[in-house]
């Protein structure tokens, strides 16, 4: 069975090593994203997401939009969601 990843919405200024027990980190993006370009962060989202397994879990970073969408695309494409709340 493949490892468990964890979906980092936005790769900035904190540490996730810790969020490393709970998976392989792959950040969805990096840095600054237009808050208004929401079909943007839609197709970055995409390939990303695609790849995601339904034990997988997103990490709650960055803008809402940016998790408004992400979460979404997780759950449609898996019937559920499964939210990494760290601190």
């Given at each position: 069975m493949d490892k468990t990843k964890v979906f980092v919405i936005n790769k900035g200024g904190h540490d996730f090593?810790?969020?490393?027990?709970?998976?392989?980190?792959?950040?969805l993006s990096e840095g600054s994203l237009?808050?208004?370009?929401?079909?943007n962060m839609y197709r970055?989202?995409?390939?990303?997401i695609a790849e995601s397994k339904s034990?997988?879990?997103i990490l709650i970073t960055g803008l809402t939009t940016m998790a408004c969408i992400a979460c979404g695309m997780f759950a449609h494409m898996h019937g559920k969601l499964n939210l990494l709340l760290f601190l």
């Open positions: 090593t810790g969020a490393m027990s709970y998976g392989d980190i792959i950040y237009n808050r208004y370009a929401v079909t970055k989202f995409a390939p990303l034990n997988d879990y």
